[in-house]
T-cell receptor, first 112, second 116 residues
């Protein structure tokens, strides 16, 4: 059974129209990450939650926000998507940083 | 300087043969971990194998083994008996305990194509 679930798998949005991507997990791991991966590039960390503590990467644009209402769920909000935000968005989980990071299947975002 | 370097952007291998994917890393941390992930065209990052900096034995997981040479700072992935389903992008990643707060740094990836 999948440990990390991401919905939807494919998301199409219009330029400037807010969009929310969701991630859920079945393992109750306390750390959840969001990565952005553009075509033919390595994943780039946007931010992560350690329990309820939010940790933003220094170069993550303000356009990207996140919410973690409980241990199992984490959301990525893109307030005003631009064409450059078209990418695969990967959610990952780990326990206390020291475990292996396990990734979800990703959401492929298209911006029209 | 690049933290993780994968020098082979693309590689071909014949089905059933072994293949080595190169990965070199740069760190001053004494405690770190090295990971390999596989990413098929569907997009999911699949964890393959892990090697800790203090592990003396090379890690193995089924057809995957990690050739860890600490002095040379290399952590090459060896896939034995390649299968068509092994065609994918492969990423080497490093987790540094002190320098990077346990965050992962990824290499640029190697695209492996298995020929029938």
């Amino acid at each position: 059974d999948a440990m990390v679930i991401q919905n939807p798998r494919y998301q199409v949005t219009q330029f400037g129209k807010p969009v929310t991507l969701s991630c859920s997990q079945t393992l109750n791991h306390n750390v959840m990450y969001w990565y952005q991966q553009k075509s033919s590039q390595a994943p780039k960390l946007l931010f992560h939650y350690y329990d309820k503590d939010f940790n933003n990467e220094a170069d993550t644009p303000d356009n990207f926000q996140s919410r973690r209402p409980n241990t199992s769920f984490c959301f990525l909000d893109i307030r005003s998507p631009g064409l450059g935000d078209a990418a695969m968005y990967l959610c990952a989980i780990t326990q206390d940083y020291t475990d292996t990071q396990y990734f979800g299947p990703g959401t492929r975002l298209t911006v029209l | 300087a690049q933290k993780i370097t994968q020098t082979q952007p693309g590689m071909f291998v014949q089905e059933k043969e072994a293949v080595t994917l190169d990965c070199t890393y740069d760190t001053s941390d004494q405690s770190y971990g090295l990971f390999w992930y596989k990413q098929p065209s569907s997009g999911e990052m699949i964890f393959l194998i892990y090697q800790g900096s203090y592990d003396e034995q090379n890690a193995t997981e089924g057809r995957y083994s990690l050739n860890f040479q600490k002095a040379r700072k290399s952590a090459n992935l060896v896939i034995s008996a390649s299968q068509l389903g092994d065609s994918a992008m492969y990423f080497c990643a490093m987790r540094e305990v002190y320098n990077a707060g346990n965050m992962l740094t990824f290499g640029g990836g190697t695209r492996l194509m298995v020929k029938p």
